[in-house]
Structures are given as C-alpha cells and as structure tokens.
C-alpha cells in the first residue's frame, strides 16, 4: 500500500519537474555542442534533483508505510525492504 501526503506529492511532483527542465537542457546542450564540462554540471543537476526525489519518496515510506509495518509486527519484512533499496544502489 502506497500513501503520500498531499504536500509530500507536491514537492516530489516539484522536484521532478526540476529534473525534468535539468535534463532538458542536457539535450539541449548536446544538441548544441556546448562545452562538454558545462554539459556534465547539467548533467549532475539532474542527479541531484532525482536524488532528492528519492530522499523524499524513501522519508514518506518511513513515516508511513514501514511504521505501519513496524507496529503491526512486521518489521523484520520492513526494514529488509529498505535495505534492499540501498543494496541496489
């Protein structure tokens, strides 16, 4: 079950759209030959601002769906999930 606050979608939908126009500009930059340094900074302004993203949707997880796991007597099953996410990674 997924559950995320209004103000939470918000900024994650906010943050997405930050990424989106950072890696618009990344097109565009290639498109357009620009320095390949500029391109790169771009490029890590993308990351950031999906890292961000990722830190807010793993915040809400915590708070919601891994606390409800926790005092429902799940926890063992909540916490490997989250572990999963960091071994991907």
Known sequence: MSYTPKDSKERIIHRLRIANGHLKKVQDMMQN???CIDIIHQSQ???KALKE???LILE???KGCVADAIS???KDEAI???MNIFKKS
Request: proline share 0%.
């Open 72 to 74: 429902q007597g799940n």
């Open 60 to 62: 809400n997880h915590l």
């Open 80 to 82: 490997s999930e989250v």
């Open 53 to 55: 993203v990722d830190n």
């Open 33 to 35: 030959d620009a320095y």
């Open 45 to 47: 302004a993308v990351q």
